[in-house]
């Protein structure tokens, strides 16, 4: 499960660092570079819902090998692409493919996998759900430093071909059997709000936030989830009953996992631009300097339910919370021009621990708090929530840091020639590109857009620890004390679960731990 996982995770990001080269090769605008990142993000976080739904109904296994032969399809499809747009559709066409493939990975997970034994692989998972985006842009960066932007496309397309093979031998067939009619209304409600609201955090950074494009989909989405939520309040079996959302393990849960991507997300823009732009590392050397906190992430994810069980799940999800925001201020008060990687280190080691201290109790809280028949929802609302918290972070932390910068550099654009002024105060990637052909002179742009980007990252890091300390404080004073609160469907007995469950849920054969 694994293995699909980060084949859909390192998807997301592997394509950021081959920008430049999709923009040369394919004569790509800034506006298609866009699509062919977003595309995919919103197609995968808008049909999360309804696919995870459609696994419980028509066997998770079936769907998510049908979901691996698609996005394997569409990924090699779209090496050989030699128009944007062509790209840009196929990259849609894989995040559909994603979407079948996600979810059911973490569902099968919670169905067929030991009640005793759940909590530590859940744990796992999360850890390679969040460390799945930096091995993503580490493989794709040592791809870009030795080859051509088409073989970029391999990682996932190998990824997705040993988890099928993986998944046709050791994963058992799992079906909800049930009388009751798929939600169809409430489907297409949870695509209108979930996509309206991603594409409006997509859109706002670059065309602004009164632009009529992100305004239509921001009124989309708000529609969408109001609607959404008056339909399924209504209904006798709906895709998602709104109300477990009062569950106290579900609210912390959904919360504190929103927080960690929206911070993660964004950190990992602002940390690999502030390695590239303002210490002057590689791609590569600049996707390198993640991976300690990959390192320091996975394992803890892997024990942090352990952690939970024996320290209370409330004071887990806080610590977390407490070191993520920690690691914001440190890392604003660190980050120097000329001090170099070493000197934000630390920050970085607190920032993993942070994410992999909250990530995974959040995860288990989520997917315990519906039944296991509706396991495929469950996980969907957990990838739900993270692909919001993603697009809400970046575009948040994205805004702050590019209006702080440009603030910061106005005094030395003001005093240029309008034809370099506007380059510079665009952003700081445009500015180190104007003042590499304005030869001695430009060395004191250089030296001016790095500081106003340095200084611009503190209000947006800022930003971010305070959002983090907000859900520190919520999980306080709202969180369930215990992991078999916050969990309630792994701290069952067998005989009560038997007892209360409505619809059966059939697992055909054993899991192997090892499989999928």
């Known amino acids: 499960m694994c293995v699909a996982l980060v084949a859909v995770v390192a998807s997301v990001s592997g394509l950021n660092v081959a920008q430049q080269a999709l923009a040369a090769d394919l004569d790509a605008s800034q506006s298609q570079l866009l699509w062919i990142i977003n595309g995919y993000t919103l197609a995968l976080a808008a049909l999360l819902m309804p696919v995870g739904a459609i696994g419980d109904r028509w066997g998770r296994k079936p769907v998510l090998m049908v979901g691996l032969v698609g996005f394997s399809l569409t990924n090699l499809a779209s090496s050989f692409a030699t128009e944007p747009n062509v790209l840009i559709a196929l990259r849609v066409l894989a995040g559909v493919s994603a979407a079948m493939v996600m979810p059911v990975t973490l569902s099968v997970i919670t169905t067929s996998f030991p009640r005793e034994e759940q909590a530590k692989a859940i744990g796992t998972w999360a850890g390679f759900a969040g460390a799945g985006g930096i091995i993503g842009l580490f493989a794709s960066a040592a791809i870009i430093d030795n080859a051509t932007w088409p073989w970029v496309f391999a990682l996932p397309i190998?990824?997705?071909?040993?988890?099928?093979?993986?998944?046709?031998?050791?994963?058992?067939?799992?079906?909800?059997?049930?009388?009751?009619?798929?939600?169809?209304?409430?489907?297409?409600?949870?695509?209108?709000?979930?996509?309206?609201?991603?594409?409006?955090?997509?859109?706002?950074?670059?065309?602004?936030?009164?632009?009529?494009?992100?305004?239509?989909?921001?009124?989309?989405?708000?529609?969408?989830?109001?609607?959404?939520?008056?339909?399924?309040?209504?209904?006798?079996?709906?895709?998602?009953?709104?109300?477990?959302?009062?569950?106290?393990?579900?609210?912390?849960?959904?919360?504190?996992?929103?927080?960690?991507?929206?911070?993660?997300?964004?950190?990992?823009?602002?940390?690999?631009?502030?390695?590239?732009?303002?210490?002057?590392?590689?791609?590569?050397?600049?996707?390198?300097?993640?991976?300690?906190?990959?390192?320091?992430?996975?394992?803890?994810?892997?024990?942090?339910?352990?952690?939970?069980?024996?320290?209370?799940?409330?004071?887990?999800?806080?610590?977390?919370?407490?070191?993520?925001?920690?690691?914001?201020?440190?890392?604003?008060?660190?980050?120097?021009?000329?001090?170099?990687?070493?000197?934000?280190?630390?920050?970085?080691?607190v920032l993993g621990a942070g994410v992999g201290l909250a990530m995974s109790p959040s995860t288990a809280a989520i997917t315990s708090s519906l039944p296991e028949e509706k396991q495929g929802v469950a996980s969907a609302l957990n990838d739900t929530v993270r692909e919001m918290g993603g697009a809400v972070g970046i575009a948040l932390i994205g805004s702050v840091l590019n209006s702080a910068y440009r603030s910061n550099i106005e005094p030395i654009a003001g005093s240029l020639p309008p034809q370099v002024a506007k380059p510079v105060a665009s952003g700081i990637g445009s500015a180190l590109a104007v003042a590499g052909q304005m030869g001695a002179d430009g060395k004191a742009v250089v030296a001016a857009s790095r500081q106003a980007f340095v200084d611009g990252m503190t209000p947006a890091l800022y930003l971010g620890a305070a959002v983090a300390l907000a859900a520190a404080i919520f999980t306080a004073l709202r969180g369930p004390k215990t992991a078999a609160e916050a969990e309630p469907r792994l701290h069952l007995s067998d005989h009560s679960e038997m007892a209360g469950a409505e619809v059966h849920n059939t697992v055909t054969a054993p899991i192997d731990a090892d499989g999928g």
């Open 158 to 349: 190998a990824l997705a071909a040993v988890s099928f093979t993986l998944t046709a031998a050791f994963v058992p067939h799992s079906v909800e059997h049930t009388e009751a009619g798929f939600d169809i209304a409430g489907s297409l409600l949870s695509v209108l709000a979930v996509g309206g609201l991603v594409l409006a955090f997509h859109e706002g950074p670059e065309r602004g936030w009164t632009d009529a494009l992100t305004l239509a989909a921001l009124a989309a989405g708000l529609l969408g989830t109001l609607a959404f939520v008056l339909v399924e309040l209504r209904r006798d079996h709906p895709l998602v009953d709104v109300r477990v959302f009062a569950l106290r393990g579900l609210a912390a849960g959904s919360v504190n996992l929103f927080v960690v991507f929206a911070v993660m997300f964004s950190l990992f823009l602002v940390l690999v631009q502030y390695l590239q732009a303002v210490l002057g590392y590689s791609a590569l050397r600049a996707a390198s300097g993640l991976l300690p906190m990959a390192a320091i992430m996975m394992p803890l994810s892997t024990i942090a339910p352990t952690i939970a069980e024996r320290m209370g799940f409330r004071r887990t999800l806080v610590m977390g919370m407490l070191l993520l925001a920690g690691g914001l201020v440190l890392f604003a008060a660190l980050a120097d021009p000329t001090g170099g990687y070493m000197s934000v280190f630390p920050a970085i080691l």
